[in-house]
């Protein structure tokens, strides 16, 4: 069965979204709200350190708002404040979600993951809302060309595969030994200055035809080592063979 993520802010913490993403099978994260029903579980649930998180406790329970069909699994961390911001306060309490000594993130989700998967997953979340700028300004993603929807929605597939083969040129070019989780991104315009908006002179001599690059070139030889990558692709079968030995992890 095909399962969609879900992360949403806060403004979808009600039932109508939690049941909207159970329709659709979705792994669901949202933030939940303040109420002062929730914030008693919070008080009387049991807490332990936290050691894969940057909070120092975590904890879990079951929990049914006000109108909600049932109960749902909540997770929680709690920090610690500074004293900075216990003075800061000073005598007001003027946030539910948080106590003199203790600020709170709590998440509704349909994940039965560990809890810092759930906090990890919502986290990307971030970085999804980045990506998407970049596609709207880099990719011409909001460039709309035609008053029709079909014409559209063309635009809109093509500005989507410039992206991700961006994306994938980015992954062909990654050093042989990298990590996955150490993998930095790189922007469309940074890619554009580094690959394609290069100073070069193409020659033809003696039935040969090369390029030669400016001395000042920095990227002369990533850009090289891309290339020959490119060139070494070859079909196997249905598929093609790996042009790199290990495989990304």
């Not at 979600?97 to 203790?102: A, C, G, I, L, N």
């Not at 970085?127 to 300004?137: F, S």
């Not at 029709?148 to 042989?176: G, I, K, T």
Request: aromatic fraction near 14%; hydrophobic fraction near 40%; charged fraction near 25%.
């Amino acid at each position: 069965m095909k399962q969609i993520p879900g992360r949403a802010d806060s403004g979808f913490y009600c039932w109508d979204a939690v049941e909207a993403y159970e329709e659709f099978h979705a792994r669901f994260v949202i933030p939940a709200r303040k109420t002062s029903r929730l914030v008693e579980q919070l008080r009387q649930a049991e807490w332990k350190p936290s050691q894969k998180t940057d909070a120092g406790w975590e904890c879990e329970f079951l929990y049914q708002p006000e109108g909600w069909a049932k109960a749902y699994r909540f997770v929680a961390l709690r920090y610690e404040k500074t004293r900075e911001e216990r003075e800061a306060e000073k005598a007001v309490q003027y946030q539910l979600f948080e106590t003199s000594q203790y600020k709170y993130r709590v998440f509704v989700t349909g994940l039965a993951e560990s809890i810092d998967f759930v906090v990890w997953f919502y986290s990307q979340r971030g970085g999804a809302e980045n990506l998407i700028k970049e596609a709207n300004n880099d990719a011409g993603l909001t460039a709309h060309p035609s008053g029709r929807f079909d014409v559209n929605s063309n635009h809109f597939q093509l500005a989507m595969l410039a992206y991700n083969l961006n994306c994938w040129l980015m992954l062909f070019n990654r050093e042989p030994q990298a990590d996955a989780t150490e993998l930095r991104h790189t922007t469309l315009a940074t890619a554009r200055l580094r690959f394609l908006f290069v100073a070069a002179k193409i020659w033809r001599h003696a039935g040969r035809t090369g390029v030669s690059y400016s001395d000042h070139y920095e990227e002369k030889g990533v850009f090289q080592r891309l290339m020959d990558r490119l060139r070494g692709i070859a079909p196997r079968g249905q598929r093609y063979a790996p042009v790199m030995a290990p495989a990304l992890r």
